[in-house]
Protein backbone atom coordinates (compact mmCIF):
# COMPACT_ATOMS: atom_id res chain seq x y z
CA UNK A 1 0.00 0.00 0.00
CA UNK A 2 2.50 2.60 1.27
CA UNK A 3 4.78 1.66 -2.33
CA UNK A 4 1.53 2.70 -4.44
CA UNK A 5 1.45 5.63 -2.46
CA UNK A 6 4.83 6.72 -3.14
CA UNK A 7 4.17 6.00 -6.43
CA UNK A 8 1.11 8.20 -6.89
CA UNK A 9 3.20 11.17 -5.00
CA UNK A 10 5.91 10.90 -7.53
CA UNK A 11 3.61 10.60 -10.46
CA UNK A 12 1.68 13.79 -9.20
CA UNK A 13 4.87 15.58 -8.96
CA UNK A 14 6.31 14.48 -12.46
CA UNK A 15 2.71 15.74 -13.45
CA UNK A 16 3.01 19.40 -11.78
CA UNK A 17 6.57 19.87 -13.14
CA UNK A 18 5.54 18.81 -16.54
CA UNK A 19 2.67 21.53 -16.09
CA UNK A 20 4.70 24.27 -14.83
CA UNK A 21 7.58 23.59 -17.31
CA UNK A 22 5.11 24.16 -20.20
CA UNK A 23 3.42 27.39 -18.20
CA UNK A 24 7.17 28.39 -18.30
CA UNK A 25 7.82 27.77 -21.84
CA UNK A 26 4.27 29.12 -22.61
CA UNK A 27 5.78 32.61 -20.81
CA UNK A 28 9.54 32.59 -22.42
CA UNK A 29 8.39 31.51 -26.44
CA UNK A 30 4.52 31.67 -26.40
CA UNK A 31 3.91 35.29 -24.57
CA UNK A 32 5.97 37.50 -26.93
CA UNK A 33 3.94 35.01 -30.33
CA UNK A 34 1.22 36.42 -28.54
CA UNK A 35 2.02 40.03 -28.84
CA UNK A 36 2.58 39.67 -32.45
CA UNK A 37 -0.80 37.63 -32.52
CA UNK A 38 -2.06 40.89 -30.98
CA UNK A 39 -0.37 43.24 -33.71
CA UNK A 40 -1.87 41.19 -36.23
CA UNK A 41 -5.39 41.59 -35.15
CA UNK A 42 -4.83 45.24 -34.84
CA UNK A 43 -3.49 45.47 -38.06
CA UNK A 44 -6.59 43.40 -39.63
CA UNK A 45 -8.86 46.19 -37.98
CA UNK A 46 -7.30 49.17 -38.94
CA UNK A 47 -7.67 47.62 -42.69
CA UNK A 48 -10.92 46.93 -41.53
CA UNK A 49 -11.83 50.27 -40.47
CA UNK A 50 -9.66 51.89 -43.68
CA UNK A 51 -12.04 49.94 -45.74
CA UNK A 52 -15.23 51.29 -44.41
CA UNK A 53 -13.76 55.04 -45.00
CA UNK A 54 -12.52 54.18 -48.45
CA UNK A 55 -16.20 53.13 -49.25
CA UNK A 56 -17.93 56.05 -48.03
CA UNK A 57 -15.65 58.28 -49.54
CA UNK A 58 -16.17 56.93 -53.13
CA UNK A 59 -20.28 57.49 -52.50
CA UNK A 60 -19.57 60.92 -52.60
CA UNK A 61 -17.02 60.60 -55.51
CA UNK A 62 -19.52 58.43 -57.04
CA UNK A 63 -22.26 61.39 -56.69
CA UNK A 64 -19.50 63.68 -58.73
CA UNK A 65 -19.54 61.20 -61.47
CA UNK A 66 -23.03 60.98 -61.37
CA UNK A 67 -23.51 64.41 -61.60
CA UNK A 68 -25.43 64.55 -58.29
CA UNK A 69 -23.18 66.86 -57.23
CA UNK A 70 -19.88 69.34 -58.42
CA UNK A 71 -16.22 67.68 -57.71
CA UNK A 72 -15.52 70.54 -55.21
CA UNK A 73 -18.68 70.14 -53.20
CA UNK A 74 -17.93 66.09 -52.91
CA UNK A 75 -14.42 66.89 -51.63
CA UNK A 76 -15.59 68.85 -49.24
CA UNK A 77 -18.56 66.55 -48.04
CA UNK A 78 -16.24 63.34 -48.27
CA UNK A 79 -13.77 65.50 -45.96
CA UNK A 80 -16.08 66.25 -43.69
CA UNK A 81 -17.99 63.30 -43.07
CA UNK A 82 -14.14 61.45 -42.81
CA UNK A 83 -13.33 64.68 -39.81
CA UNK A 84 -16.33 63.66 -37.82
CA UNK A 85 -15.69 59.62 -37.80
CA UNK A 86 -14.29 58.71 -35.06
CA UNK A 87 -13.99 54.51 -33.27
CA UNK A 88 -11.92 52.66 -30.93
CA UNK A 89 -12.37 51.83 -26.92
CA UNK A 90 -13.00 55.49 -25.84
CA UNK A 91 -14.10 56.87 -29.02
CA UNK A 92 -10.74 59.02 -30.03
CA UNK A 93 -9.42 56.85 -32.95
CA UNK A 94 -9.76 59.11 -36.59
CA UNK A 95 -9.14 59.49 -39.70
CA UNK A 96 -6.91 61.86 -41.73
CA UNK A 97 -6.34 62.54 -45.01
CA UNK A 98 -3.20 64.29 -47.08
CA UNK A 99 -2.20 64.61 -50.90
CA UNK A 100 0.53 63.09 -52.53
CA UNK A 101 2.36 66.58 -52.47
CA UNK A 102 2.53 66.72 -48.42
CA UNK A 103 -0.30 69.08 -47.65
CA UNK A 104 -2.80 68.03 -44.80
CA UNK A 105 -6.31 68.12 -46.11
CA UNK A 106 -8.14 66.46 -42.91
CA UNK A 107 -7.02 66.23 -39.34
CA UNK A 108 -9.37 66.49 -36.30
CA UNK A 109 -7.10 67.25 -33.78
CA UNK A 110 -4.84 69.41 -35.97
CA UNK A 111 -7.06 71.60 -37.42
CA UNK A 112 -4.57 74.35 -37.54
CA UNK A 113 -2.13 72.07 -39.69
CA UNK A 114 -5.16 71.41 -42.23
CA UNK A 115 -3.78 73.28 -45.75
CA UNK A 116 -0.22 73.40 -44.85
CA UNK A 117 2.52 71.53 -46.97
CA UNK A 118 4.49 69.44 -44.58
CA UNK A 119 7.45 69.87 -46.80
CA UNK A 120 7.83 73.31 -46.19
CA UNK A 121 6.89 73.61 -42.24
CA UNK A 122 9.13 74.81 -39.37
CA UNK A 123 7.50 71.88 -37.45
CA UNK A 124 9.95 68.78 -37.63
CA UNK A 125 7.52 66.41 -36.49
CA UNK A 126 4.76 67.39 -38.85
CA UNK A 127 7.27 67.21 -41.81
CA UNK A 128 8.87 64.41 -41.04
CA UNK A 129 5.41 62.35 -40.61
CA UNK A 130 3.86 63.45 -43.61
CA UNK A 131 7.31 62.59 -45.67
CA UNK A 132 7.19 59.16 -44.21
CA UNK A 133 3.06 58.06 -44.86
CA UNK A 134 4.09 59.72 -48.84
CA UNK A 135 6.76 57.98 -49.55
CA UNK A 136 5.51 54.80 -48.16
CA UNK A 137 1.83 55.67 -49.77
CA UNK A 138 3.76 55.75 -53.63
CA UNK A 139 6.03 52.80 -52.43
CA UNK A 140 2.70 51.33 -52.35
CA UNK A 141 3.15 50.41 -48.90
CA UNK A 142 -0.47 49.75 -46.52
CA UNK A 143 1.59 50.62 -43.25
CA UNK A 144 3.96 52.67 -41.98
CA UNK A 145 5.32 53.81 -38.39
CA UNK A 146 6.23 57.24 -37.42
CA UNK A 147 6.28 60.04 -34.47
CA UNK A 148 3.09 62.33 -34.69
CA UNK A 149 1.03 63.97 -31.34
CA UNK A 150 -0.53 62.02 -29.46
CA UNK A 151 -4.03 63.20 -29.90
CA UNK A 152 -3.62 66.48 -30.38
CA UNK A 153 -1.57 67.01 -27.67
CA UNK A 154 2.25 68.47 -27.07
CA UNK A 155 3.14 64.69 -26.62
CA UNK A 156 4.92 62.92 -29.23
CA UNK A 157 4.28 59.14 -29.78
CA UNK A 158 5.21 56.60 -31.95
CA UNK A 159 2.15 55.51 -34.18
CA UNK A 160 1.38 52.64 -36.48
CA UNK A 161 -1.21 53.92 -39.37
CA UNK A 162 -2.67 51.55 -42.18
CA UNK A 163 -2.50 54.19 -45.28
CA UNK A 164 -4.04 53.91 -48.86
CA UNK A 165 -4.06 56.23 -52.08
CA UNK A 166 -7.77 57.06 -53.32
CA UNK A 167 -6.42 57.54 -57.05
CA UNK A 168 -8.96 59.08 -58.34
CA UNK A 169 -9.09 62.72 -56.73
CA UNK A 170 -5.09 62.30 -55.56
CA UNK A 171 -5.69 61.45 -51.67
CA UNK A 172 -3.88 59.62 -49.13
CA UNK A 173 -6.52 58.18 -46.60
CA UNK A 174 -5.16 56.76 -43.15
CA UNK A 175 -5.66 55.74 -39.68
CA UNK A 176 -3.85 54.26 -36.82
CA UNK A 177 -3.18 53.52 -32.89
CA UNK A 178 -0.28 55.15 -30.96
CA UNK A 179 2.09 52.37 -29.61
CA UNK A 180 1.02 53.71 -26.68
CA UNK A 181 -2.53 52.39 -27.01
CA UNK A 182 -0.89 48.57 -28.05
CA UNK A 183 1.73 49.11 -25.17
CA UNK A 184 -0.94 49.22 -22.99
CA UNK A 185 -3.05 46.63 -23.84
CA UNK A 186 0.33 43.95 -24.19
CA UNK A 187 0.87 45.53 -20.47
CA UNK A 188 -2.55 44.91 -19.42
CA UNK A 189 -2.58 41.22 -20.64
CA UNK A 190 0.89 40.84 -19.28
CA UNK A 191 -0.20 41.64 -15.58
CA UNK A 192 -2.98 39.53 -16.33
CA UNK A 193 -1.26 36.68 -17.44
CA UNK A 194 1.42 37.49 -14.58
CA UNK A 195 -1.44 37.47 -11.80
CA UNK A 196 -2.63 33.73 -13.08
CA UNK A 197 1.56 32.90 -13.38
CA UNK A 198 1.96 33.87 -9.84
CA UNK A 199 -0.87 32.24 -8.32
CA UNK A 200 -0.33 29.16 -10.12
CA UNK A 201 3.51 29.04 -8.81
CA UNK A 202 2.05 29.78 -5.30
CA UNK A 203 -0.46 26.85 -5.74
CA UNK A 204 2.84 24.70 -7.55
CA UNK A 205 4.51 25.51 -4.48
CA UNK A 206 2.24 25.07 -1.95
CA UNK A 207 1.27 21.49 -3.18
CA UNK A 208 4.99 20.82 -3.78
CA UNK A 209 5.93 21.91 -0.04
CA UNK A 210 2.71 19.71 0.99
CA UNK A 211 3.99 16.09 -1.02
CA UNK A 212 7.51 17.25 0.19
CA UNK A 213 6.01 17.24 3.67
CA UNK A 214 3.86 14.00 3.45
CA UNK A 215 6.88 12.15 1.35
CA UNK A 216 9.31 13.05 4.43
CA UNK A 217 6.93 12.06 6.36
CA UNK A 218 6.15 8.52 5.08
CA UNK A 219 10.25 8.08 4.26
CA UNK A 220 9.81 7.92 8.49
CA UNK A 221 7.00 5.93 9.14
CA UNK A 222 8.62 3.62 6.64
CA UNK A 223 12.34 4.00 8.29
CA UNK A 224 10.57 3.51 11.34
CA UNK A 225 8.16 0.53 10.21
CA UNK A 226 11.97 -1.19 8.44
CA UNK A 227 13.58 -0.96 11.75
CA UNK A 228 10.46 -2.17 13.84
CA UNK A 229 10.65 -5.23 10.91
CA UNK A 230 14.65 -6.01 11.13
CA UNK A 231 14.25 -5.83 15.26
CA UNK A 232 10.88 -8.48 14.95
CA UNK A 233 13.04 -10.78 12.46
CA UNK A 234 15.91 -10.42 15.01
CA UNK A 235 13.66 -11.28 18.07
CA UNK A 236 11.23 -14.42 15.95
CA UNK A 237 15.00 -15.62 15.26
CA UNK A 238 15.99 -15.44 18.71
CA UNK A 239 12.57 -17.36 19.87
CA UNK A 240 13.13 -19.81 16.75
CA UNK A 241 16.88 -20.72 18.13
CA UNK A 242 15.26 -21.53 21.61
CA UNK A 243 12.66 -23.67 19.99
CA UNK A 244 14.19 -27.55 20.74
CA UNK A 245 12.34 -28.92 17.30
CA UNK A 246 13.66 -28.35 13.97
CA UNK A 247 12.69 -24.91 12.25
CA UNK A 248 13.78 -23.09 9.18
CA UNK A 249 12.19 -19.87 7.59
CA UNK A 250 12.25 -20.18 3.60
CA UNK A 251 11.84 -17.34 1.08
CA UNK A 252 11.64 -17.99 -2.90
CA UNK A 253 12.45 -21.92 -1.72
CA UNK A 254 15.96 -20.88 -0.77
CA UNK A 255 16.29 -21.26 3.69
CA UNK A 256 17.16 -18.14 4.92
CA UNK A 257 17.36 -19.31 8.83
CA UNK A 258 17.82 -22.34 10.65
CA UNK A 259 17.92 -23.12 14.11
CA UNK A 260 20.76 -25.35 15.27
CA UNK A 261 18.20 -28.80 15.58
CA UNK A 262 17.65 -28.34 12.15
CA UNK A 263 21.06 -28.29 11.24
CA UNK A 264 21.64 -31.38 13.43
CA UNK A 265 18.78 -33.31 12.52
CA UNK A 266 18.58 -32.70 8.83
CA UNK A 267 21.56 -30.54 7.38
CA UNK A 268 24.31 -32.24 8.39
CA UNK A 269 22.48 -35.57 7.61
CA UNK A 270 22.10 -34.94 4.23
CA UNK A 271 25.83 -33.95 3.08
CA UNK A 272 26.08 -37.55 3.67
CA UNK A 273 23.16 -38.82 2.04
CA UNK A 274 21.58 -37.63 -1.28
CA UNK A 275 18.61 -39.16 -0.96
CA UNK A 276 17.75 -37.39 2.37
CA UNK A 277 18.68 -34.28 0.47
CA UNK A 278 16.44 -35.23 -2.11
CA UNK A 279 13.83 -35.92 0.29
CA UNK A 280 13.84 -33.19 2.18
CA UNK A 281 13.99 -30.35 -0.94
CA UNK A 282 11.36 -32.53 -2.43
CA UNK A 283 8.63 -31.97 1.03
CA UNK A 284 9.98 -28.18 1.39
CA UNK A 285 9.03 -27.74 -2.84
CA UNK A 286 5.51 -29.41 -2.26
CA UNK A 287 4.54 -27.43 1.26
CA UNK A 288 5.72 -24.47 0.11
CA UNK A 289 3.95 -24.76 -3.47
CA UNK A 290 0.17 -25.55 -1.44
CA UNK A 291 1.04 -22.87 0.98
CA UNK A 292 0.98 -20.63 -1.93
CA UNK A 293 -1.53 -21.55 -3.23
CA UNK A 294 -3.87 -21.57 -0.13
CA UNK A 295 -2.02 -18.95 1.43
CA UNK A 296 -2.66 -20.98 4.46
CA UNK A 297 -0.86 -22.96 7.12
CA UNK A 298 -1.09 -26.60 6.57
CA UNK A 299 0.78 -29.65 8.34
CA UNK A 300 2.36 -32.48 6.47
CA UNK A 301 3.62 -35.79 7.24
CA UNK A 302 7.22 -36.90 7.18
CA UNK A 303 8.66 -40.24 7.19
CA UNK A 304 12.65 -40.03 6.38
CA UNK A 305 15.64 -42.63 7.39
CA UNK A 306 18.33 -40.64 9.61
CA UNK A 307 21.27 -42.97 9.52
CA UNK A 308 20.51 -46.47 9.62
CA UNK A 309 17.21 -45.02 11.88
CA UNK A 310 13.33 -44.65 10.48
CA UNK A 311 11.41 -41.65 11.61
CA UNK A 312 8.40 -39.49 11.03
CA UNK A 313 7.65 -36.21 11.66
CA UNK A 314 4.81 -33.72 11.24
CA UNK A 315 5.81 -30.84 9.43
CA UNK A 316 3.86 -27.61 10.73
CA UNK A 317 4.10 -24.69 7.83
CA UNK A 318 3.33 -20.89 8.67
CA UNK A 319 2.86 -18.50 5.89
CA UNK A 320 4.42 -15.11 6.84
CA UNK A 321 2.24 -12.16 4.57
CA UNK A 322 3.20 -8.65 3.23
CA UNK A 323 0.04 -7.10 2.12
CA UNK A 324 -2.16 -10.52 0.83
CA UNK A 325 1.83 -11.98 -0.69
CA UNK A 326 3.41 -14.65 1.14
CA UNK A 327 6.88 -13.64 1.54
CA UNK A 328 8.46 -16.07 4.10
CA UNK A 329 7.21 -19.88 4.96
CA UNK A 330 7.95 -21.28 9.19
CA UNK A 331 8.60 -24.88 8.76
CA UNK A 332 8.33 -26.20 12.19
CA UNK A 333 9.25 -30.48 11.97
CA UNK A 334 7.72 -31.96 15.40
CA UNK A 335 8.64 -35.28 15.52
CA UNK A 336 6.06 -38.28 15.96
CA UNK A 337 8.42 -41.00 15.88
CA UNK A 338 7.02 -42.59 19.27
CA UNK A 339 3.65 -42.10 18.48
CA UNK A 340 3.80 -43.61 15.05
CA UNK A 341 6.02 -46.46 16.99
CA UNK A 342 3.37 -46.90 19.44
CA UNK A 343 0.19 -46.97 16.87
CA UNK A 344 2.21 -49.31 14.71
CA UNK A 345 2.14 -51.59 17.98
CA UNK A 346 -1.50 -51.01 18.91
CA UNK A 347 -2.35 -52.13 14.79
CA UNK A 348 -0.03 -55.06 15.30
CA UNK A 349 -1.46 -55.99 18.55
CA UNK A 350 -4.94 -55.45 17.81
CA UNK A 351 -7.31 -57.70 16.14
CA UNK A 352 -7.83 -57.13 12.17
CA UNK A 353 -11.53 -56.86 10.82
CA UNK A 354 -11.25 -59.81 7.96
CA UNK A 355 -13.16 -57.87 5.96
CA UNK A 356 -11.86 -54.61 5.48
CA UNK A 357 -8.17 -55.44 7.08
CA UNK A 358 -8.84 -52.25 9.25
CA UNK A 359 -8.47 -52.86 13.31
CA UNK A 360 -11.39 -54.04 14.81
CA UNK A 361 -12.86 -51.93 18.17
CA UNK A 362 -10.63 -53.97 20.73
CA UNK A 363 -7.76 -51.61 19.35
CA UNK A 364 -10.10 -49.13 21.31
CA UNK A 365 -9.11 -50.87 24.63
CA UNK A 366 -5.54 -51.15 24.13
CA UNK A 367 -5.47 -47.26 23.33
CA UNK A 368 -7.12 -46.10 26.44
CA UNK A 369 -4.23 -47.49 28.23
CA UNK A 370 -1.91 -45.28 26.90
CA UNK A 371 -3.86 -42.31 25.20
CA UNK A 372 -1.17 -39.42 26.11
CA UNK A 373 0.41 -40.94 23.10
CA UNK A 374 -1.89 -39.44 20.51
CA UNK A 375 -1.03 -36.18 21.54
CA UNK A 376 -2.60 -32.63 23.77
CA UNK A 377 -4.70 -32.58 21.37
CA UNK A 378 -6.08 -35.25 18.54
CA UNK A 379 -9.72 -35.91 16.96
CA UNK A 380 -11.96 -38.61 16.22
CA UNK A 381 -14.09 -39.15 12.97
CA UNK A 382 -16.83 -41.21 12.90
CA UNK A 383 -18.39 -41.89 9.28
CA UNK A 384 -20.71 -44.57 7.70
CA UNK A 385 -21.88 -45.45 4.32
CA UNK A 386 -24.82 -42.94 2.85
CA UNK A 387 -27.47 -45.38 1.74
CA UNK A 388 -25.80 -48.94 2.59
CA UNK A 389 -29.13 -50.51 3.58
CA UNK A 390 -30.28 -49.85 0.51
CA UNK A 391 -27.00 -50.86 -1.34
CA UNK A 392 -27.23 -54.59 0.58
CA UNK A 393 -31.40 -54.79 0.21
CA UNK A 394 -30.77 -53.90 -4.04
CA UNK A 395 -27.50 -55.07 -5.43
CA UNK A 396 -26.72 -58.08 -2.06
CA UNK A 397 -24.88 -58.30 0.76
CA UNK A 398 -21.74 -58.63 -1.74
CA UNK A 399 -22.12 -55.62 -3.11
CA UNK A 400 -22.23 -54.46 0.08
CA UNK A 401 -18.97 -55.95 1.38
CA UNK A 402 -17.40 -54.44 -1.91
CA UNK A 403 -18.29 -51.12 -0.68
CA UNK A 404 -17.02 -51.30 2.60
CA UNK A 405 -13.69 -52.79 1.59
CA UNK A 406 -13.47 -50.34 -0.99
CA UNK A 407 -14.27 -47.78 1.63
CA UNK A 408 -11.47 -49.50 3.89
CA UNK A 409 -8.76 -49.25 1.16
CA UNK A 410 -9.48 -45.54 0.08
CA UNK A 411 -9.08 -44.65 3.95
CA UNK A 412 -5.83 -46.51 4.40
CA UNK A 413 -4.59 -44.63 0.94
CA UNK A 414 -5.30 -41.34 2.39
CA UNK A 415 -5.14 -40.69 6.03
CA UNK A 416 -1.61 -39.68 7.69
CA UNK A 417 0.50 -42.33 8.48
CA UNK A 418 -0.03 -42.02 12.41
CA UNK A 419 -3.73 -42.41 11.91
CA UNK A 420 -5.43 -44.89 13.55
CA UNK A 421 -8.77 -46.60 10.94
CA UNK A 422 -10.83 -49.21 13.13
CA UNK A 423 -13.96 -50.54 11.75
CA UNK A 424 -16.38 -50.02 14.50
CA UNK A 425 -18.93 -51.93 13.55
CA UNK A 426 -21.35 -52.36 10.74
CA UNK A 427 -20.52 -49.43 7.86
CA UNK A 428 -19.82 -47.78 10.92
CA UNK A 429 -15.90 -46.43 10.30
CA UNK A 430 -13.45 -44.58 13.18
CA UNK A 431 -10.53 -42.31 12.04
CA UNK A 432 -8.54 -41.00 14.78
CA UNK A 433 -6.41 -38.52 14.09
CA UNK A 434 -3.10 -37.59 16.45
CA UNK A 435 -1.46 -34.20 17.18
CA UNK A 436 -5.04 -32.68 15.57
CA UNK A 437 -6.83 -29.91 16.65
CA UNK A 438 -10.22 -28.75 15.22
CA UNK A 439 -9.47 -27.19 12.05
CA UNK A 440 -6.98 -29.58 11.12
CA UNK A 441 -9.37 -32.41 11.65
CA UNK A 442 -12.07 -30.47 9.50
CA UNK A 443 -9.30 -30.34 6.81
CA UNK A 444 -8.60 -34.27 7.19
CA UNK A 445 -12.52 -34.78 7.27
CA UNK A 446 -13.37 -32.58 4.25
CA UNK A 447 -10.56 -34.57 1.98
CA UNK A 448 -11.49 -38.35 2.86
CA UNK A 449 -15.01 -37.12 2.35
CA UNK A 450 -13.57 -35.75 -1.47
CA UNK A 451 -11.55 -39.18 -1.58
CA UNK A 452 -14.75 -41.67 -0.78
CA UNK A 453 -17.03 -40.04 -2.91
CA UNK A 454 -15.94 -41.18 -6.08
CA UNK A 455 -18.08 -43.61 -8.10
CA UNK A 456 -17.38 -47.62 -7.53
CA UNK A 457 -16.88 -49.26 -10.76
CA UNK A 458 -18.25 -52.89 -10.06
CA UNK A 459 -18.63 -55.65 -12.74
CA UNK A 460 -21.66 -54.36 -15.03
CA UNK A 461 -22.51 -51.88 -11.90
CA UNK A 462 -20.81 -48.58 -11.07
CA UNK A 463 -22.41 -47.01 -7.61
CA UNK A 464 -22.33 -43.29 -6.76
CA UNK A 465 -20.49 -43.80 -3.10
CA UNK A 466 -20.71 -40.65 -0.47
CA UNK A 467 -19.94 -40.20 3.39
CA UNK A 468 -21.49 -38.63 5.91
CA UNK A 469 -18.76 -37.94 9.11
CA UNK A 470 -19.15 -36.59 12.69
CA UNK A 471 -16.22 -35.39 14.36
CA UNK A 472 -15.04 -34.59 17.99
CA UNK A 473 -11.99 -33.02 19.25
CA UNK A 474 -10.39 -33.27 22.37
CA UNK A 475 -9.84 -31.93 25.22
CA UNK A 476 -12.81 -29.56 23.90
CA UNK A 477 -15.83 -32.62 23.82
CA UNK A 478 -14.55 -34.67 26.37
CA UNK A 479 -11.78 -36.30 28.76
CA UNK A 480 -10.97 -39.81 26.91
CA UNK A 481 -11.51 -41.20 23.49
CA UNK A 482 -14.92 -43.27 24.77
CA UNK A 483 -16.63 -39.91 25.24
CA UNK A 484 -15.38 -38.19 22.13
CA UNK A 485 -16.45 -41.67 20.21
CA UNK A 486 -19.83 -40.72 21.71
CA UNK A 487 -19.40 -37.02 20.74
CA UNK A 488 -18.32 -38.05 17.34
CA UNK A 489 -21.40 -40.74 17.11
CA UNK A 490 -24.33 -38.38 17.99
CA UNK A 491 -22.75 -35.73 15.22
CA UNK A 492 -22.71 -38.68 12.85
CA UNK A 493 -26.24 -39.06 13.04
CA UNK A 494 -27.08 -35.07 13.36
CA UNK A 495 -25.37 -35.15 9.73
CA UNK A 496 -27.22 -37.93 8.32
CA UNK A 497 -30.10 -35.62 8.89
CA UNK A 498 -28.43 -33.06 7.12
CA UNK A 499 -28.25 -34.99 3.82
CA UNK A 500 -25.47 -37.55 2.38
CA UNK A 501 -22.00 -36.26 2.06
CA UNK A 502 -22.68 -33.93 5.58
CA UNK A 503 -19.91 -33.22 8.09
CA UNK A 504 -21.08 -31.97 11.40
CA UNK A 505 -18.33 -30.63 13.94
CA UNK A 506 -20.72 -28.76 16.79
Known amino acids: MRRKITGVLFILLVVLMAFFTLIFYWIVFMFPRLQKTLLNYHMN ?49 YFFVLNLDGVLLVHPYRSDLEGQNAFMSDDAVFTSAIRT ?40 IGTGLYSETLMEQSKKIAREFQSV ?4 MTMYSAI ?9 RQYKERERL ?58 IEETLNEVRKTKKGLVKALEIALGQEKKWFDVHAVPLFSGERVVETVLLFVETTHQVKQIEFWRFSAETDPLTGLANRNVLDVILSDQHVLGEKFCVIMLDVDGFKEINDRYGHSVGDEVL ?11 RKDTILV ?10 VPNADRETGLKIAQRLQEVLKKPLHLENLTLNLSA ?9 DGNDLRSLIDVADRRLYKAKSLGKGSLCVD
Not at 45 to 57: C, E, G, K, N
Not at 245 to 261: C, G, T
Open 197 to 200: AILL
Open 405 to 415: KEFARRLSNNA
Open 45 to 93: SLTHQLDLAISMVNIHYSNFVQGLEDESTAKQNAMRHLKSLFYGPEGKD
Open 133 to 172: IVEGAKEGKKFVEYDWYLYGEKKVEKKFSAIRVFEPWGWI
Open 423 to 432: RFGGDEMLVI
Open 226 to 283: LTLHLQEGERLKTILSSIPQPVAVLKDSQIIFMNQSFEETFVREAESSPALKEKISQV
Open 208 to 216: VAFLLVLLN
Open 468 to 476: SMGLSEFPT
